[in-house]
C-alpha cells in the first residue's frame, strides 16, 4: 500500500504542479513566483493532510523528490507557455487527473494514520483541492473549486470509494483504481457537460444588504 | 473543564458556521462552497490553535460532530438565505456569541496544555477572530476584524479574564461566564456604540509613497 | 549555536515588525490591525518553519520576547508613522537586513532538527520570506516575492551558505555571518540596480485565454 500511495503521490504532484505554474504564468509572476507556484499547487493539499494528522515533517518536506518533480513541471511551463498557454482542455484534464490521484492517495494516508472513515474521506478530498485552493488565494482569487462545476465532490467521491472499500476490506489497489477512475470519470463528465451545484437563491434586496453590509 | 469547553466549542461552532455560510452565500458561492466556507469559518481558529500546542490531529478533525454541526449552518442558511439575509441585526448578534465562546474556550484549552497566561490569551482571541479571517481570506476579502469596530479587542478582553481566574485558582466555569459576558457585552457595545480603534494617522504625502511603493 | 539562532531571530524579528507594520497603516488598518501584521510579518514564516519540522509550540509562540518586540515595532510605526512613511529607503534596508537574518536562522534550525541539506535551505528560504507572503496575503495582495527584484533567491544564497558550511563542517558564526552578508548584498545590489528575474513569455492570444479561463 506504501509504494501505491507514494506513485500515486508523485505522479498527482507533477500534473497539478502543471496547474500551479500554468496560473503563474498567465499572472507574469517571474521564475520564481512560477516554481513557488507550482510547489504550492503540487504539495498544499499533502502538506495540510500531513499537519492536521500529525506526520511531521510532511512527506513534501522531507522527501525530495515531490520538489524535483514540481521544479521540473514549472520549468516544462515556463520554457513552452506561449505554446501550452493556448490549449484549454488538456490542462483540465491534467487537472482532473492530479484530483483522482490524490484525492486517493489522501484518504489511504489518512485511514494508514488511522482516522475515521468520514473524516478519512473528507481529508482525501482536502488533500485533491487544497493545492488548487493554496495556488488560488496566493494569486488573489476567490478560488475556483468553490463555485466551479463538480469538482470538490469527484474528489469527496473518489476518497469515499477507498474508505468504504478498506471498510469492506477489498483490495486497497482495486479499490484506488475505482475510487480515481470515478473521480476523474465525473471531473470529465462535469466539464463536458457543464454541470454545476446550485447557488443560494438571492435576497430581494440583496444590493441594500450588500452596502450595510460593508458599513460593518 | 472538559465538558465545559466542549459545549462552549459546539454552540460556538454552530453560530461561527451561520456567519460564513452567510459570506459564501452572499459571494454567489455554490452549495459546495458554502459548506466549506461553514466549516472553515467555524474550526479554522480552533485548528490553527490545536497545531500551534501540539494537540493533533485538532478536535475539529477527530471528533465528527464539528463536521455534522457546521454542516447544518450552513444548510440551514443555504435554503433559507433569502429569509435570513435580510436581517443584519441577527447574524451579528450570532457572531458576537460565537466569538465570546469560542475565546474563553480556546484559553481554557491553551491552559490545559500547559501555555504560559500571556500566550494562552492570545490563543484565545485567536480562536475567536481566527475562523473570521480564514474566511475572509478565502472570499479574498481584507479580514474585516482589522479594521471593525472593537472586536478582536473584546475576543482578548474576554480571553484574560479566563487566564486571570486561573491563576487566582477561581472555579473555571464562573470565570468562563464571566470572561463570555465581557467579550459579549464588549462587542455589543461597539456595535451599539460604534466604537472603533484609532488608525494611524497619514503621511502628507501618501499618494506619492503609493506610488513608489507599487513599483517595488 | 542555540544563542547565535536566538539573536538573529530577535533582531529579525524587529525589522520584519516594522515591514508589516508599514504595510497596515499604509492600508489604513486600525492600532489592532497595525499590531497583527506586525506579529504575522515577524512570525509567520519560523511558525510554519516550526510547524513543518514538527517543533510545536513554535518558538514565537512559547517565547513572549517575539510577541514583546513585535509589538513595540508595531507602535513605533503606529506613532510615528506620518514620518516613517516618507521614507522609502530605510525600510527596504530594514527588510534585506530582517531577508538575512531569517534566511540564515532558519536554515540552521533545520539543520539542528536534522532535515537534509537541500530542504534545509528551502525552510531557510521559507523562515525569510514566509513572513512577507503572510502580510500581503492577509492585505489581499499578491505576494510582492513572487514578482519583486532578486528577493527570496536572496534568501535562498544566504540560506545555501550556511547548509553548504554545516556539510563542511566550518565554524557556524563564521558561516552564518557569511550567508546574512551574501542575502543583504544580493538585495541592496538588486534593488540598486533593479535586478529582475525574468517572467514567462505570453502566448500571442493571451486575453482569449483569460477569457475561456475564467467561464471555468
Known amino acids: 500500500m506504501k509504494t501505491l500511495v507514494l506513485t500515486l503521490d508523485l505522479v498527482g ?19 520564481f513566483g512560477v516554481l513557488v507556484l507550482s510547489f504550492v499547487a503540487a504539495t498544499s493539499g499533502g502538506i495540510v493532510r500531513d499537519l492536521l494528522i500529525g506526520a511531521t515533517p510532511p512527506a513534501a518536506i522531507s522527501d525530495w523528490r515531490y520538489l524535483v518533480i514540481s521544479t521540473l513541471a514549472g520549468l516544462v511551463i515556463f520554457f513552452w507557455y506561449p505554446a501550452i498557454g493556448r490549449l484549454r482542455n488538456p490542462v483540465l484534464i491534467f487537472d482532473g487527473a492530479g484530483l483522482a490521484l490524490f484525492c486517493v492517495a489522501g484518504a489511504q494516508k489518512a485511514l ?5 472513515p468520514v473524516m478519512a474521506a473528507l481529508l482525501g478530498m482536502l488533500t485533491g483541492i487544497g493545492g488548487g485552493i493554496a495556488r488560488d488565494v496566493l494569486l488573489s482569487n476567490v478560488p475556483a473549486v468553490f463555485r466551479s462545476d ?21 483490495p486497497t489497489t482495486a ?17 463536458r457537460f457543464g454541470w454545476h451545484l446550485p447557488t443560494a437563491r438571492a435576497p430581494e434586496n440583496e444590493a441594500e444588504t450588500d452596502k450595510i453590509d460593508q458599513g460593518r
Open 13 to 31: 504532484t507533477f500534473v497539478f504542479a502543471l496547474s500551479g505554474a500554468m496560473a503563474a504564468s498567465r499572472r507574469r509572476l517571474d521564475i
Open 175 to 191: 479499490t484506488a483504481c475505482a475510487g480515481a477512475a470515478l473521480c476523474f470519470g465525473l471531473r470529465l463528465a462535469a466539464i
Open 150 to 170: 463538480i469538482y470538490a465532490v469527484a474528489a469527496l467521491a473518489g476518497a469515499s470509494v477507498v474508505v468504504i472499500g478498506d471498510a469492506l476490506q477489498l
Open 112 to 116: 494508514v494514520f488511522g482516522l475515521e
